[in-house]
């Protein structure tokens, strides 16, 4: 089965930089989609996150100066 996309000319510009010379363009957008990691939820230990949200707090008051 085959299913056409329509894409602008600068899109497909765009892709045809990132496909390699032997590259279909379907293979192409499935090497995009699976390079794609979805963000895990809960990554961070609560310590981490603690740290995290201190270095921002940190970062937006030495702006306040």
Excluded: N
Excluded at 10 to 35: A, I, P, W
Aim: aromatic share 4%; net charge negative; charged share 40%.
């Amino acid at each position: 089965m085959s299913t056409s996309i329509r894409v602008s000319d600068g899109t497909k510009r765009m892709l045809e930089s990132l496909k390699k010379e032997d590259e279909t363009f379907d293979e192409l957008l499935e090497r995009l989609v699976q390079s794609e990691q979805p963000i895990a939820i809960g990554a961070w230990s609560e310590e981490d996150a603690d740290r995290a949200r201190a270095a921002v707090k940190r970062s937006r008051e030495s702006f306040k100066q």
